[in-house]
């Protein structure tokens, strides 16, 4: 039987389409045999591999904005937003424990992250599966770089955003890759934050005041096209644009054999609460292609 490999790619919030990717791939009885990751490809790609994917789908389905907001800490440290305790254990719970090593895994899985001193990509094959997602989901501005082995790890996006490749060098005949990255350049979001009610007595309306100003920091959307764009706005669509190129060279010199393109471009940066919407799109690519993959499938086997 041909080895069949599952490039996810990096792409935040939109990366929970890998989930319903991965779900309708499954429903259909094509099971891959290696899983490559980026960022929250690795972050999908790792919970599906130790068995926790349906615990996942569970908490991303039921989060709200609020939940996602825990992650981040009010007051801004030297390496970045995220609360890392929070995110150590959302990762140990909903990803792999923290003993989980990548070689004890049932199916051949890869990391990427990305070397912040030479700018060379990293894979993860062995090792601590949390700790291999957390150094390619370490998105600068927002997540700590990562140490590890006399080096400092970031996001694989910024080098290898659908790492095609990487699930070819772990010996892949057909790779079945999936990019969020696909119109996401040339976009504007139009939609306006939701703002809560805020208590304005005494410290607890302060704390809350607080809260809802950073609400509106994370996830704001650039209306106003005389404004100057917000630090979050910035970053965002600086994200899109590098990884939206090197996605596109990547792929022209190491094609896919199946693409899956989902249409979540619409969905923001950091709009986790947006699953539902993402996983459903997700499980519709798969329905378009299952008769490409089933073709090539057999071409290999005959």
């Given at each position: 039987m041909p080895k069949l490999g599952l490039a996810l790619g990096?792409?935040?919030?939109?990366?929970?389409?890998?989930?319903?990717?991965i779900k309708a791939l499954l429903r259909e009885g094509i099971e891959p045999d290696i899983v490559c990751g980026?960022?929250?490809?690795?972050?999908?790609?790792?919970?599906?591999a130790a068995g926790n994917l349906e615990k996942l789908e569970n908490w991303v389905l039921g989060s709200t904005r609020t939940d996602v907001l825990r992650f981040f800490d009010i007051k801004l440290s030297q390496s970045g937003f995220v609360d890392t305790e929070r995110l150590s254990w959302f990762l140990h719970?909903?990803?792999?424990?923290e003993n989980?090593?990548?070689?004890?895994?049932?199916?051949k899985y890869a990391a990427v992250s990305t070397n912040l001193d030479t700018g060379r990509e990293v894979w993860f094959t062995e090792g601590r599966l949390a700790e291999a997602v957390r150094a390619s989901m370490a998105l600068p501005g927002l997540f700590p770089a990562i140490r590890n082995e006399q080096q400092w790890l970031v996001d694989g996006g910024l080098v290898n955003p659908v790492p095609v490749s990487v699930c070819r060098a772990l010996g892949a005949d057909i790779v079945i890759a999936v990019n969020l990255n696909s119109g996401i350049v040339g976009r504007s979001n139009t939609g306006t934050p939701e703002a809560a009610p805020v208590d304005n007595r005494g410290v607890l309306g302060s704390i809350k005041q607080q809260a809802k100003e950073y609400s509106h920091a994370i996830f704001q959307n650039h209306n106003d096209k005389d404004a100057t764009?917000?630090?979050?706005?910035?970053?965002?669509?600086?994200?899109?644009?590098v990884q939206d190129r090197i996605t596109?060279?990547?792929?022209?010199?190491?094609?896919?054999?199946?693409?899956?393109?989902?249409?979540?471009?619409?969905?923001?940066?950091?709009?986790?609460?947006?699953?539902?919407?993402?996983?459903?799109?997700?499980?519709?690519?798969?329905?378009?292609?299952?008769?490409?993959?089933?073709?090539?499938?057999g071409n290999i086997c005959q």
């Amino acid at each position: 039987m041909p080895k069949l490999g599952l490039a996810l790619g990096s792409g935040a919030s939109r990366g929970w389409s890998h989930v319903g990717v991965i779900k309708a791939l499954l429903r259909e009885g094509i099971e891959p045999d290696i899983v490559c990751g980026t960022s929250v490809g690795a972050i999908v790609g790792g919970s599906y591999a130790a068995g926790n994917l349906e615990k996942l789908e569970n908490w991303v389905l039921g989060s709200t904005r609020t939940d996602v907001l825990r992650f981040f800490d009010i007051k801004l440290s030297q390496s970045g937003f995220v609360d890392t305790e929070r995110l150590s254990w959302f990762l140990h719970n909903y990803v792999a424990a923290e003993n989980q090593l990548i070689e004890d895994l049932p199916k051949k899985y890869a990391a990427v992250s990305t070397n912040l001193d030479t700018g060379r990509e990293v894979w993860f094959t062995e090792g601590r599966l949390a700790e291999a997602v957390r150094a390619s989901m370490a998105l600068p501005g927002l997540f700590p770089a990562i140490r590890n082995e006399q080096q400092w790890l970031v996001d694989g996006g910024l080098v290898n955003p659908v790492p095609v490749s990487v699930c070819r060098a772990l010996g892949a005949d057909i790779v079945i890759a999936v990019n969020l990255n696909s119109g996401i350049v040339g976009r504007s979001n139009t939609g306006t934050p939701e703002a809560a009610p805020v208590d304005n007595r005494g410290v607890l309306g302060s704390i809350k005041q607080q809260a809802k100003e950073y609400s509106h920091a994370i996830f704001q959307n650039h209306n106003d096209k005389d404004a100057t764009p917000g630090l979050f706005y910035a970053i965002a669509k600086s994200v899109n644009i590098v990884q939206d190129r090197i996605t596109r060279s990547r792929l022209a010199g190491d094609p896919a054999d199946v693409l899956l393109s989902p249409q979540v471009a619409h969905i923001g940066m950091l709009e986790f609460h947006r699953a539902a919407e993402a996983i459903e799109e997700g499980e519709g690519c798969v329905q378009k292609s299952v008769p490409e993959i089933r073709r090539l499938m057999g071409n290999i086997c005959q």
